[in-house]
């Protein structure tokens, strides 16, 4: 991605010319990037999570909300599948204007990521699962309490 875009700015600046696929392309692979690292980044719990007020109740409690958050989040990721195969079969009919492409290419990677991450939300449950039953306290890479140091 960072080579297309370097050539393209090469080229535009340099040459005064444009390459015509390369902002397409370029906005291709960010969107494929950014739908793979989807379900590392959920795998690992880096999404932004305020904890405040959770690290203050009781660790049942804790698990327990944390249970629920879970689920509510495989519930949205289960939508999400549905509505992206919709996406999908409605970019099989389209074509790319710059690249030989169709859209389907570049949609099939948000029902996958959508998969990995149920597979990863089923993963979470269970471990919040055992959490409860293990009573054990909220554990975050940065509580509130720590700060950002």
Same mark, same amino acid.
């Given at each position: 991605?960072? +080579?297309?875009? !370097?050539?393209? @700015?090469?080229? &535009?600046?340099?040459? #005064?010319?444009? %390459?015509?696929?390369?902002? /397409?392309?370029?906005?291709?692979?960010?969107?494929?990037? +950014?739908?793979? !690292?989807?379900? @590392?980044?959920? &795998?690992?719990?880096? #999404?932004?999570? %305020?904890?405040?007020?959770? /690290?203050k109740l009781p660790?049942?409690?804790?698990?327990?909300?944390?249970?629920?958050?879970?689920?509510?989040?495989?519930?949205?990721?289960?939508?999400?599948?549905?509505?992206?195969?919709?996406?999908?079969?409605?970019?099989?009919?389209?074509?790319?204007?710059?690249?030989?492409?169709?859209?389907?290419?570049?949609?099939?990677?948000?029902?996958?990521?959508?998969?990995?991450?149920?597979?990863?939300?089923?993963?979470?449950?269970?471990?919040?699962?055992?959490?409860?039953?293990?009573?054990?306290?909220?554990?975050?890479?940065?509580?509130?309490?720590?700060?950002?140091?």
């Amino acid at each position: 991605m960072l +080579a297309v875009m !370097v050539v393209q @700015v090469f080229f &535009r600046y340099v040459l #005064n010319d444009s %390459i015509v696929w390369a902002e /397409e392309l370029s906005t291709f692979m960010m969107m494929w990037v +950014a739908f793979l !690292v989807a379900p @590392v980044l959920y &795998r690992d719990r880096m #999404n932004v999570t %305020i904890t405040m007020l959770l /690290e203050k109740l009781p660790a049942r409690l804790q698990q327990s909300l944390l249970l629920i958050l879970e689920i509510a989040i495989i519930a949205v990721i289960v939508y999400f599948f549905f509505e992206s195969l919709n996406v999908v079969k409605r970019g099989a009919m389209t074509k790319v204007s710059s690249v030989p492409i169709n859209f389907f290419h570049v949609n099939l990677v948000v029902p996958f990521s959508m998969v990995v991450m149920f597979w990863v939300g089923l993963i979470n449950l269970w471990e919040a699962f055992q959490n409860i039953l293990a009573n054990r306290k909220l554990e975050v890479g940065v509580t509130s309490s720590q700060g950002l140091e």
